[in-house]
């Protein structure tokens, strides 16, 4: 994509996008004539309480005004669903929900907020009806090309004496990446682990070896490395792995089928750093902010000059408009969240 381009559509997907999650908790006064309660309506995802129903007849001139302001930013905020489906290049494309304004959720929390500038929407969700769970055993190289978020995948098999300053960077810039652990490393290193997963760090499979290619073993063979794994990310981690990422990238349909059948997507890369050959670590930020793109998962190692870019990764991603999230986080049909309201309604 070309810069401007790029710009144009983080926009949009920004518009499309962005809300306030209205807190609340408990029952609130009802401050509005017209306001009825209805505990059977539910705010969606944006609210926890009881919503409202509202019949604007009964509401007086100037609240019926907001109301109406409200109905008619929903018709031009709301955004459809779109399915899940298999591309001939990028195999499995994951779904992304659509969002619609919740109207009368919208104009309680205006009215709430004594009509003030801008206009807290709360928005619900619209479920695609197609998701990955229904296209069956398929690799995932990408999020949904609408969705403005990305996600840092490290294979972790070596290097780990990198480890902790790559940590400190996540949390310094508070970035969530997906850590995928070769069972064998994991194995020898259980307290470089741990502490990747007291940082609050998605914790995903790499297989056990990182010797033969999956490709090349039998069905059986392919079972056992991701078991082995599984296991021990169980028992040293506590945590039950949903994510396979093959070493080398290397997989044939027997390998996806393998991991499919034992509850786990694999998870392939769009933008791959290539820091196992220790490029600059300027060379790398350059590489990312260039091809950064909608979805992408990018790719990296604990390696020396990966270390050294990430903070200049997250920052340009963040730069460019994009959310950062774990590999979960983007591929799911969730859009990505932001705290700021659209304007100009």
């Given amino acids: 994509m070309n810069g401007m381009w790029k710009k144009g559509f983080v926009v949009v997907a920004f518009f499309a996008f962005a809300f306030v999650a209205v807190s ?45 302001r409200v109905a008619a930013a929903a018709e031009k905020l709301r955004t459809e669903p779109i399915d899940a489906k298999e591309d001939p290049v990028w195999k499995a494309i994951p779904a992304l929900n ?50 403005p978020m990305v996600s840092l995948m490290i294979n972790v098999a070596w290097k780990e004496e990198n480890l902790p300053g790559m940590l400190k960077t996540l949390r310094d810039e508070n970035v969530k990446a997906t850590f995928f652990f070769l069972g064998s490393w994991l194995k020898t290193h259980p307290e470089e682990a741990k502490r990747i997963a007291a940082e609050g760090h998605e914790l995903a499979n790499h297989a056990y070896w990182h010797k033969t290619p999956l490709s090349q073993l039998s069905d059986e063979a392919v079972r056992k490395e991701i078991l082995d794994t599984q296991k021990l990310l169980k028992e040293t981690l506590g945590v039950e792995g949903t994510l396979f990422a093959p070493p080398s990238g290397d997989f044939d349909a027997n390998t996806v089928k393998v991991a499919h059948d034992l509850g786990l ?81």
């Fill in 24 to 68: 609340r908790s408990g029952t609130i006064a009802h401050q509005v004539a017209g306001l009825q309660p209805n505990p059977a309506a539910v705010v969606g995802e944006s609210a926890g309480g009881t919503t409202f129903d509202v019949d604007p007849a009964k509401l007086d001139p100037e609240r019926r005004a907001l109301y109406d």
């Fill in 98 to 147: 659509g969002r619609e304004v919740d109207v009368d959720a919208t104009f309680e929390a205006a009215v709430k907020n004594g009509g003030k500038e801008p206009i807290p929407f709360v928005f619900r969700e619209i479920p695609a009806k197609v998701t990955l769970d229904d296209l069956g055993p398929l690799p995932i190289y990408k999020g949904n090309p609408r969705k």
């Fill in 265 to 345: 997507r694999t998870i392939l890369w769009s933008l791959d750093t290539i820091d196992w050959k220790e490029p600059g670590a300027e060379t790398i930020v350059r590489k990312v902010a260039a091809r950064l793109e909608p979805g992408s998962l990018i790719l990296m190692h604990p390696t020396e000059s990966a270390s050294g870019a990430l903070r200049g990764m997250i920052q340009e991603a963040k730069r460019q408009g994009y959310a950062l999230g774990t590999v979960s986080e983007t591929i799911s049909p969730s859009p990505a969240l932001t705290v700021e309201t659209p304007t100009g309604f």
